[in-house]
């Protein structure tokens, strides 16, 4: 079987190709360089990872092809991902990254390329076109894949799904993989790990406003609500006696960044979100109450749930026990055991506790 491995120079995906190469696949690699961007020293950030991935296919004697996807990924990620900030939302650039980049036009390469299926460093797993958590809980990643439809995922392997990461760095270690102790890749897809409003900066300008607290009270200044996001705690500035500030709003149209004290304020939780841009994996439900569990962000444990109504695109979800800090354009993404059911862009929270107080 031919089986294209996109390689990113990390550890993860490195393992993936010496598996299939072990396994007595006809392996390659493919390459994306995504992100026009060079350090302070005028080095080019992807040629560095691109380094790391010629000497991993040189390890495991492997071809590799190098293919720049950085206007795809500006036309099709990158600026959606900046008119969302714009609106004051608090997109997930990797969820869409996976849809349109690496399962879209890299997925297509590597068929164009001759690949009998395209294989990534991703911690889940498939079964029959179902997507499935990795054997890993603290690195699985079947939240960023759940707009991936069930007729990709037959031609899609992750084989370090079954593994432990621990596991995975030491059979790189073994196998003598040239990047076995590199570090994690965090941050924005492709983009990596940065202070966000800096960087957003560069993009969107600043626009001073205030924080308000939910009497409306000014208690401090910031330099534009569109940096800021639901539940967030740092970078605000804001000090004084009591427990620390939160975002638990946002009013874009007049610049405001709601707070509140405390994390577990009630303006911070509700019992029910309204979702749109519905993507399931393999089949939609066929019957409404729908019981199932989900989460709201990728750090987050599945939480029993009631998808209440589907009706014109528009998704309506209740929770047994209030969820903390529903942001709008997260993803709301479902689960039955092991197996991810699917998700949800998420429009707006419903009524908080803090409101349903007031009522």
């Not at 066929?286 to 695109?313: D, H, L, M, W």
């Amino acid at each position: 079987m031919k089986i294209a491995v996109a390689l990113s120079g990390g550890v993860d995906s490195s393992v993936s190709a010496y598996l299939l190469k072990q396994a007595g696949h006809d392996v390659f690699g493919l390459f994306m360089k995504n992100w026009e961007e060079k350090d302070a020293s005028g080095h080019c950030l992807a040629e560095k990872d691109y380094e790391d991935v010629i000497k991993v296919c040189e390890t495991l004697d492997i071809p590799y092809y190098g293919i720049n996807f950085a206007e795809e990924y500006w036309n099709q990620v990158f600026t959606h991902f900046l008119d969302e900030i714009k609106q004051g939302y608090t997109p997930n650039p990797d969820i869409l990254c996976n849809r349109e980049i690496k399962f879209n036009v890299l997925y297509k390469k590597a068929l164009a390329l001759g690949a009998d299926a395209l294989t990534t460093g991703h911690y889940c797993q498939t079964s029959d076109g179902q997507l499935l958590k990795g054997k890993d809980s603290g690195k699985d990643q079947s939240y960023f894949l759940y707009t991936i439809k069930s007729d990709i995922l037959r031609n899609v392997q992750f084989p370090i799904g079954h593994m432990l990461k621990p596991d995975v760095r030491k059979l790189a270690h073994d196998a003598n993989i040239p990047v076995f102790d590199k570090k994690d890749s965090t941050g924005i897809c492709f983009i990596g790990k940065r202070n966000f409003k800096e960087f957003l900066e560069n993009y969107i300008p600043k626009s001073p406003g205030h924080f308000e607290t939910l009497d409306g009270k000014v208690i401090g200044t910031h330099e534009g609500a569109v940096y800021y996001t639901i539940g967030q705690r740092k970078g605000m500035g804001i000090g004084g006696p009591g427990d620390a500030w939160f975002v638990v709003g946002k009013d874009i149209e007049r610049n405001v960044v709601l707070v509140a004290q405390g994390s577990e304020h009630p303006a911070l939780f509700s019992y029910e979100l309204f979702a749109t841009d519905i993507s399931w994996v393999h089949s939609p439900p066929t019957e409404f109450p729908f019981t199932c569990k989900a989460k709201i962000r990728y750090r987050q444990q599945e939480e029993p749930c009631v998808i209440e109504s589907v009706e014109n695109g528009k998704m309506h979800v209740t929770f047994p026990q209030p969820m903390r800090a529903i942001t709008p354009r997260q993803s709301v993404v479902f689960y039955d055991g092991d197996t991810c059911l699917g998700g949800a862009l998420i429009e707006k929270a419903g009524p908080s506790l803090y409101s349903l107080h007031l009522q």
